[in-house]
């Protein structure tokens, strides 16, 4: 049974000693050499896999199967593409969605769709290095450099600034099948026919190779158990690949079959990786809204039921994600537009409490701390109201919240990235992010185990990727359950807690900072380190 929610920081703190991971975790950010050049003194690979006793592999023999056509699983199957040491290898995605068919650019001027990723710059520097940003900047995209996030009781608020840390803009606002299209699209670019390399299917069995057969699997050379036993030289070298049943009744082979297929995996499931986790008592909305005038900055507000965000998503549009009980999302569901247009633009602005305003503790706090380190430059910056929403343009979607990650990332032959590895809650907007994470470190394990010969699916190659990730993904997920925690409940000592933490993020300027760096990608903890 599911530990409840009040147990939440203790389950997490359980889950980061039980895992098998020795050092910190890397962060997503790969080197451009990682995609786009082979290590120093490795030589390039040559042709198809290696053959077994002179038979040449069939067309059903794959190196490495994606299950699940979505963001994170196109990800690991471009990187690879991109990849000299790895672009050789047979790579499949299996998922029978019809959007896997798109090929082209999606028009600018359309109605935006209401799933969005909010992908910050060390993700955006993975799709720049496996050639995939190019065409996501053809398509309908939304740059944000400002963000303002504050509490409903008016105590408090922060402004976060891309100047504050040197840079050009905190992230991106992307929707997802843009993200999905562009990544199709550089496959292309790499792949001379990528309707081969795509099975428009359904997984509907695994069997992973028997321990006996991988312990003998190297005692004999294959054509000489052959002679032995009776077995083909093809029947033994199968007997060491993973088995795929589609639902169309093809089969399929594959030395790793990588899980990207989301938080109800089919993949884990099968292979009898167990998880922990909980349901919150919360369902999101999210919704595409028209403004007046452009919006260019994101904006959060803490409300006793949950988080309600606002993302610019490019022209006058916006994209609200808005946390609440389900209860109150079926009741917000079935609202007239005009309605629910009015909630969005009372959660945002004056509902439970008022805006908060400068105080003498505000000028206290901005004097006592302006001699430590650079003063972050928005400091300086005063609590802004958000733009009014004056129309609803897109259906409302509802979805239940949870926290869920795998025991396990890895085992002999396959791997899980994304939701089917760990789900957060989307206060903060990382949990893609993390799977792009995924991605990257799976893809750079891969191609080290070419790089000297090694089977991709032998579990002490895929440790290596579990090890990268796995710390990373459990801290994020406890820093998003603690806040998750923290602002629901309304308690007057809290709510003053609360507030210290609003004034000290907005006038420590080195702790500002290190929270900017730590969403964005480029640091390990949000706080002093």
């Known amino acids: 049974m599911a530990p409840q929610p009040a147990r939440g920081a203790a389950a997490a703190h359980s889950l980061l000693r039980r895992t098998r991971c020795s050092a910190a975790a890397n962060l997503i950010r790969p080197t451009a050499r990682d995609f786009s050049s082979a290590p120093a003194g490795a030589a390039e690979p040559q042709g198809a896999p290696a053959n077994v006793a002179g038979v040449k592999p069939g067309d059903d ?134 309707e081969k390399m795509i099975y428009p299917t359904r997984l509907v069995s695994l069997a992973f190779p028997s321990k006996s057969r991988q312990g003998t699997a190297g005692l004999k050379s294959p054509s000489t158990e052959a002679d032995s036993t009776g077995h083909t030289s093809e029947a033994l070298r199968r007997s060491n690949l993973v088995k795929l049943d589609l639902s169309d009744g093809q089969t399929l082979y594959s030395k ?33 809204v028209e403004h007046i005038a452009e919006n260019d900055c994101a904006w959060q507000r803490f409300l006793p039921s949950g988080p309600i965000a606002l993302l610019p998503i490019g022209g006058n549009f916006s994209n609200i994600v808005w946390t609440m009980s389900p209860e109150e999302a079926s009741r917000h569901k079935s609202t007239s537009p005009e309605d629910f247009v009015k909630s969005v633009n009372h959660a945002l602005d004056s509902v439970h409490g008022p805006h908060p ?16 380190g650079d003063t972050a430059a928005s400091t300086q910056e005063c609590f802004e109201v958000p733009p009014k929403a004056i129309g609803l343009i897109s259906d ?119 929270i900017i760096s730590y969403a964005m990608g480029d640091r390990k903890s949000p706080l002093f380190s």
């Open 61 to 194: 023999e794959l190196d490495v199967a994606i299950v699940g056509g979505g963001m994170v699983g196109l990800a690991v199957a471009c990187a690879l593409s991109n990849m000299p040491l790895t672009k050789h290898l047979r790579v499949a995605i299996i998922d029978s969605s019809p959007a896997l068919k798109s090929r082209g650019y999606l028009r600018k001027d359309g109605v935006p769709d209401s799933r969005v990723s909010t992908v910050t710059p060390a993700t955006i520097s993975f799709f720049r290095d496996i050639g995939a940003w190019e065409h996501i900047i053809q398509q309908r995209h939304a740059f944000f450099g400002k963000m303002q996030v504050w509490d409903y009781t008016g105590l408090g608020y922060t402004r976060y600034n891309a100047r504050d840390v040197c840079k050009e803009y905190l992230g991106c606002v992307v929707e997802n099948k843009v993200l999905c299209n562009s990544l199709l699209l550089r496959l292309q670019e790499q792949k001379e026919d990528i």
């Open 396 to 514: 409302r979607m509802a979805f239940p919240l949870s926290l869920m990650h795998s025991h396990d990332y890895v085992s002999k032959g396959l791997a899980l990235v994304g939701d089917a590895a760990h789900t957060v809650h989307p206060l903060a907007g990382q949990g893609v992010n993390l799977g792009f994470g995924d991605a990257a470190a799976l893809a750079n394990v891969i191609s080290e185990g070419v790089s000297v010969g090694a089977d991709i699916g032998d579990l002490s190659l895929l440790s290596r990727y579990e090890k990268d990730r796995k710390a990373a993904n459990i801290a994020m997920a406890a820093v998003l359950d603690g806040f998750q925690k923290m602002y629901s409940v309304d308690f007057g000592p809290l709510n003053v807690l609360r507030a210290a933490a609003f004034h000290g993020a907005q006038f420590i300027s080195p702790l500002k900072k290190n």
């Open 357 to 372: 305003n400068s105080s003498s503790l505000d000028r206290y706090m901005e004097r006592l701390f302006s001699g430590i």
């Open 256 to 288: 790793l079959v990588i899980g990207a297929d989301g938080s109800k995996s089919n993949v884990r499931q099968t292979a009898g990786i167990k998880t922990s986790g909980w349901s919150y008592p919360q369902s999101a909305i999210i919704c595409t």
